[in-house]
Each structure stands twice: as structure tokens, then as C-alpha cells.
């Protein structure tokens, strides 16, 4: 399974950014998650830490939808 991991930040016009986290397998997007932040620096943050450990933020986010 060849697994990509990305994270693009997309300015908006009011000054803010959005956030694009994603997880693809095999060339089909498995995860993407959209998050407005109010400033630059927040969004590289995002960025670095979902670079870092994206395996922790995936589990951790499909673990506050799916309780067993």
C-alpha cells in the first residue's frame, strides 16, 4: 500500500486560512478534513503537526466518531 500524507493551506479572502489535512492509499483520498484558522501562523502549525504524526491525528480523530 503506498500511503501519501498532505496538508495545504489556502488563503481566504477575509484574511483567515484554510487547512486541507489528507490521507491518500494507492491514489484514493481515505481521509480529508477542511479547517479554517485565523491567521498564517496557525495554519503552518496544523500543517507541521499533521505532517509529523499523521497516523496519531487520524486515529484520534475516527476515535471520536467510532466508540466501541
Same mark, same amino acid.
Request: charged share 25%; glycine share 2%; hydrophobic share 30%.
Given at each position: 500500500?503506498?500511503?501519501?500524507?498532505?496538508?495545504?493551506?489556502?488563503?481566504? @479572502?477575509?484574511?483567515?486560512?484554510?487547512?486541507?489535512?489528507?490521507?491518500?492509499?494507492?491514489?484514493?483520498? !481515505?481521509?480529508? *478534513?477542511? #479547517?479554517?484558522?485565523?491567521?498564517?501562523?496557525?495554519? @503552518?502549525?496544523?500543517?507541521?503537526?499533521?505532517?509529523?504524526?499523521?497516523?496519531?491525528?487520524?486515529?484520534? !480523530?475516527?476515535? *471520536?466518531? #467510532?466508540?466501541?
Amino acid at each position: 500500500i503506498k500511503t501519501t500524507v498532505e496538508s495545504t493551506t489556502y488563503p481566504k @479572502d477575509n484574511g483567515e486560512y484554510n487547512v486541507n489535512l489528507k490521507i491518500i492509499e494507492n491514489g484514493d483520498t !481515505i481521509f480529508s *478534513l477542511y #479547517i479554517s484558522v485565523p491567521n498564517k501562523s496557525q495554519s @503552518d502549525e496544523l500543517c507541521r503537526l499533521w505532517e509529523d504524526s499523521p497516523d496519531y491525528y487520524f486515529k484520534s !480523530i475516527l476515535d *471520536l466518531f #467510532i466508540k466501541s
